[in-house]
C-alpha cells in the first residue's frame, strides 16, 4: 500500500554528513516513522523514530549526532547524519508504522563510513 523510497545513502569518510530521505507514496496517514539498520551479522535496530505528534527518540548510539525530521507537505522524512563513524556502516531502512504494526519498510540504503 504505502511505498517508501529513499535515497541520499552512500560513502563517506569518518567525521562527515549524510542525509537520508524517505519519500512516501499511497494512501498515507500520519502515522510514526523511523529509521532502522543493519549491520553484517547483526541485528536490524532503531535508530531513530518520529511519532505523529513530532516526539522523535533516538538510540544512544546516534544520540546527539543524528537528527529525525519530516516535511508532511513532501511525504518525506529525513535522518540528517553528522559526526559519523565508522560504526555506523549498515544498511538503512526506513519504516512507515511502528514495527509490530501493519506498516511498510523501505528497500534500504547502504551507508558506508570509512576510517
Known amino acids: 500500500q504505502v511505498q517508501l523510497v529513499e535515497s541520499g545513502g552512500g560513502l563517506v569518510q569518518a567525521g562527515g554528513s549524510l542525509r537520508l530521505s524517505c519519500a512516501a507514496s499511497?494512501?498515507?496517514?500520519?502515522?510514526?516513522m523511523g529509521w532502522y539498520r543493519q549491520a553484517p551479522d547483526k541485528q536490524r535496530e532503531l535508530v531513530a523514530t518520529?511519532?505523529?505528534?513530532?516526539?522523535?527518540n533516538y538510540a544512544d548510539s546516534v544520540k546527539g549526532r543524528f537528527t529525525i525530521s519530516r516535511d508532511s507537505a513532501k511525504n518525506t522524512v529525513y535522518l540528517q547524519m553528522n559526526s559519523l563513524k565508522p560504526e555506523d556502516t549498515a544498511v538503512y531502512y526506513c519504516?512507515?508504522?511502528?514495527?509490530?504494526?501493519?506498516?511498510?519498510w523501505g528497500q534500504g540504503t547502504q551507508v558506508t563510513v570509512s576510517s
Open positions: 499511497g494512501t498515507i496517514y500520519l502515522r510514526t
Open positions: 518520529l511519532t505523529s505528534g513530532g516526539s522523535p
Open positions: 519504516r512507515y508504522g511502528v514495527v509490530g504494526s501493519s506498516g511498510s
